[in-house]
């Protein structure tokens, strides 16, 4: 049996500026939606919130474009962004006033899973968040379509 987190995922490039974020968390909100979950405020502001932080992460320290790609695995949704940096991303110790540093630990806190590794473009840093049953009455795995 194939595993659908491998399967058919929905990807898109993300430029090079902390500008193309907001875009990010937009398009990846509006996939799940695609997908026929309904998103209560809670789960569709925890999706934005990591997103953001991941895919900034990305951004901020590489310089260069991601891709975000967004899976439906049946109980969780999936994040993925691949950055061209082959360092494995962990949570630093921001301080109490520090303007950066927590992304991570947001992640940590609020997906179910994350993780970083590499992978042949660099590296891949992903999250996954549970959906609750009430939010998966229309959803789908996607499958194939025949021409």
């Known amino acids: 049996m194939s595993d659908p987190l491998r399967e058919f995922p929905y990807a898109f490039t993300v430029p090079p500026s902390v500008e193309a974020v907001s875009s990010a968390r937009i398009r990846v909100v509006s996939r799940a939606q695609r997908l026929g979950l309904l998103l209560d405020d809670e789960f569709a502001n925890d999706l934005r919130l990591l997103t953001g932080e991941v ?9 260069a474009a991601c891709v975000v790609s ?7 949704l999936r ?3 691949t950055d061209v940096e082959p360092t494995l991303v962990r949570p630093s110790h ?8 927590r992304g991570l630990f947001l992640v940590d806190a609020l997906a179910v899973k994350w993780g970083s590794e590499p992978c042949a473009a660099g590296k891949r840093t992903w999250f996954e968040l549970a959906v609750p049953d009430s939010a998966r009455a229309t959803a789908t795995v996607p499958t194939p379509t025949t021409p």
Do not use: F, K, Y
């Not at 895919?55 to 310089?63: D, G, K, M, R, S």
């Not at 967004?70 to 969780?76: A, D, L, N, S």
């Open 70 to 76: 967004v899976r439906w695995t049946g109980e969780r």
């Open 55 to 63: 895919v900034a992460n990305a951004i901020t320290h590489t310089q």
């Open 79 to 81: 994040v993925e962004v």
């Open 94 to 101: 921001a301080d109490m006033m520090d303007e950066s540093g």
